[in-house]
């Protein structure tokens, strides 16, 4: 069945420093999403990308999509303590389809 | 909206008592979740249902888990007996659609068996 990996699993940086997390799928995605769950939280949605290629900002974070549609990345660009959290990439096969989550990447991040 | 309401917040029971959790969608959205998570496995779906109708239950583990939607507003999932394995946190999530929109999610049930 399809599957999403995320790598890596967990990621500890100094603040102020760079983040990306990789998702990789085992088959060709209609689109992906990307979450994010705070400590004691619930995954909260952030984006969603949908067009080979795509990249999207959302302030100091951006969201690609690959060409072939099977992986994607989330850049953070100098860390700040409230990025702490686990982000989920979720990929769906068809408009039709559930999605599939991703283990997740734990990030912390130390003062 | 108050988002999606899941209640209790907090369940402790023994092995082999029924355990019922609760939750109320965002109103309008056809689509309702359930999801279980442990540091183990993951974000697992568990079922999914489309105005009320279940349409995949292929992610519940086995027949002591059971979810029933009787109405647009409230969904139960029902594990009868439960064993220390189904310790974990179950979350439900609500959306217009299925992969092309997004899912909200409620606080979670943090369900522990003794």
């Known amino acids: 069945g399809q599957q999403v990996m995320q790598i890596p699993q967990y990621q500890h940086v100094q603040e102020g420093e760079d983040f990306t997390t990789y998702c990789n799928s085992s088959t060709t995605l209609s689109n992906i999403q990307w979450y994010k769950q705070r400590p004691g939280g619930h995954p909260v949605f952030l984006i969603q990308?949908?067009?080979?290629?795509e990249v999207k900002k959302q302030k100091r974070l951006t969201f690609q999509f690959g060409e072939a549609k099977k992986n994607s990345s989330l850049h953070i660009t100098a860390t700040q303590t409230t990025d702490v959290g686990t982000y989920f990439c979720?990929?769906?096969?068809?408009?039709?389809?559930?999605?599939?989550f991703g283990p997740g990447t734990s990030l912390s991040v130390i003062p | 909206d108050a988002g999606v309401i899941q209640s209790p917040r907090h369940e402790v029971t023994e092995m082999g008592q029924e355990v019922t959790l609760r939750c109320k969608p965002i109103?309008?959205?056809?689509?309702l979740f359930w999801y279980r998570q442990t540091m183990m496995r993951g974000l697992e779906l568990l079922i999914y249902?489309?105005?009320?109708?279940?349409?995949?239950d292929s992610g519940m583990p086995e027949d002591r888990f059971s979810a029933k939607m009787p109405n647009a507003s409230f969904s139960t999932l029902k594990i009868q007996p439960s064993e220390p394995r189904d310790s974990a946190v179950y979350f439900c999530?609500?959306?217009f659609g299925t992969g092309n929109y997004e899912q909200y999610f409620g606080p979670g049930t943090r369900l522990t068996v003794t």
């Open positions: 979720a990929g769906l096969k068809t408009s039709y389809d559930k999605v599939i």
């Open positions: 249902f489309n105005n009320n109708v279940p349409i995949d």
């Open positions: 109103s309008g959205h056809d689509y």
């Open positions: 999530a609500s959306s």
């Open positions: 990308l949908v067009k080979s290629g």
